[in-house]
């Protein structure tokens, strides 16, 4: 049986920042990763024509302190300070100015009736879906879900109002050009790392702890478990004895759901860098599209939600076929014959992810306090879905490593 003094489960930005921290500080670890790379769902992945496109997380956000960016500068890859897309106006001749300031506007009001709601609310210790401060029959309703569809991964009915303002974005958002799934994989180079291994048990009977994986087993003084909530809540044998506290965690703070498809454009110097627009502004259901990124000659579809979820359905054709729709409708049929697709992900088809970033079920903003907490100095947890105020990131999931990783170096010290 291979042994090691921790055993972290799971290789993406928790891991491999715990991992970082804890062999720093001398104490022997090991990552066990069920894929054959690091990263989880930060991925970087070049293009035909060696372009590196994030398919999953693109964006630091909260950059001014988010800790990967003097990580991203340490390793020499390039940081993109130019402001994201959506801070822009929408693509002149798609959505009339005049609109689309009304559309900010009641998109703000949103947010101040939520920030007022909450904190009546929790005063009483109570919590409500985030769509009940929807202004009913306001004409915005429906492109305010799909642009909280794209923040959560899922619609605002389901989400926790109090989790949603528990986030805490500075809202400075800057891009790593090399990637930043690329940056992250990279941090993780001098961790050592078991691939190809899905952890399918722990056993927290005996004295040591014994990592089930397909490889064999692996005994450890103590673990820092960093799945993705959608993986741990659908195994509840995972643990052993099992831990329903955990389990019920996750299960209330699921991933929710958010695809980005690239497509390959010809000509597409006619479009104006980093230009964007939404693919319908009358529906929840809708894309939202970023014209030549970085200059590239792309776009860059992004769906989320209860729409993502129909087009995985459908298979990679059925995201095509729908962009085509939603992009030639705005840009001319023209655009059809200058798009052809280049790389996706189906994160929700993902059996090591299940999804994208994680948001809380309405009454489940505490779980993450839950998810996060040790059990009797052995198991430590870890990952994006253990942050109060940076869930759902890749900085998020960072902290939360360094967190763990450094309860475990404090234990050393006793
Ligand atoms: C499309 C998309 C866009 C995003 N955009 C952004 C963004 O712009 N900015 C941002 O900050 N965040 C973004 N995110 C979210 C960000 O990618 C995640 O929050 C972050 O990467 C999560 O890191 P983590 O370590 O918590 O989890 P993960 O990266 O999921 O790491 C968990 C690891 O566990 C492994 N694993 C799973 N099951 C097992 C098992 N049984 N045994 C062993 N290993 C296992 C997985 O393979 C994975 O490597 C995005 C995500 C997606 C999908």
Redesign the pocket.
């Known amino acids: 049986m291979t042994e090691t003094e921790v055993a972290i ?7 491999i920042a715990a991992g970082r921290r804890l062999s720093e500080a001398g104490v022997p670890c090991l990552i ?4 054959s790379r690091l ?4 991925w970087t992945v070049a293009d035909a024509d060696g372009l590196p496109l994030d ?5 630091l ?1 909260s950059a001014d302190r988010n800790p990967w960016v003097a990580i991203v500068e340490a390793q020499g890859f390039t940081i993109d300070r130019t402001s994201p897309p959506w801070s822009r106006p929408s693509l002149p001749g798609v959505f009339a100015p005049g609109e689309q300031a009304e559309f900010n506007a009641a998109m703000g009001a949103f947010f101040e009736r939520l920030s007022a709601a909450v904190a009546k609310v929790n005063n009483l210790g109570k919590d409500m879906p985030a769509a009940a401060v929807l202004e009913p029959g306001n004409r915005w309703n429906n492109l305010i879900t799909a642009v909280g569809t794209y923040i959560s991964g899922t619609e605002l009915q389901n989400m926790s109002a109090l989790d949603f303002e528990l986030y805490d974005d500075s809202e400075i958002n800057w891009r790593v050009k090399e990637g930043y799934g690329a940056a992250i994989a990279a941090h993780g180079d001098n961790v050592p790392v078991l691939f190809d ?4 048990r722990i056993d927290h009977s005996g004295t040591r702890l014994k990592i089930v994986t397909a490889k064999g087993d692996i005994a450890a003084g103590k673990a820092i478990v ?3 909530t959608n ?1 741990l809540a659908e195994r509840v044998d995972f643990f052993a004895p099992a831990l329903p506290e955990k389990t019920r965690a996750a299960s209330r703070l699921p991933l929710g759901l ?3 498809l690239f497509l390959h454009l010809d000509h597409a110097e006619e479009f104006e860098t980093g230009g964007r627009l939404f693919g319908n502004i009358e529906r929840a259901g809708t894309g939202t599209y970023h014209m030549r990124p970085f200059g590239r000659p792309l776009i860059e579809c992004f769906y989320a939600g209860q729409c993502a979820r129909d087009l995985e359905a459908g298979g990679e054709r059925a995201f095509f076929n729908f962009a085509v729709e939603e992009l030639t409708r705005h840009l001319g049929s023209g655009l059809a014959k200058r798009v052809r697709p280049s790389l996706m992900h189906s ?1 929700g088809k993902d059996p ?2 299940r999804g ?2 994680s948001y809380a079920v309405p009454g489940a903003a505490s779980e993450r306090g839950i998810l996060a907490r040790p059990v009797d100095e052995r198991l430590f947890f870890a ?2 879905a253990c942050s109060t105020h940076d869930f ?6 960072y902290l939360t490593g360094i967190a763990a990783a450094e309860q475990i170096i404090a234990c050393q010290k006793f």
């Open positions: 489960i799971g290789g993406g930005a928790a891991g066990i990763e069920a894929r990263g989880g769902r930060a398919l999953g997380c693109g964006w956000h291994s899905p952890v399918t960093t799945l993705p993986v958010a695809d980005k994160w090591f992810a994208s970033y990952g994006e759902s990131t890749a900085h998020g999931g």
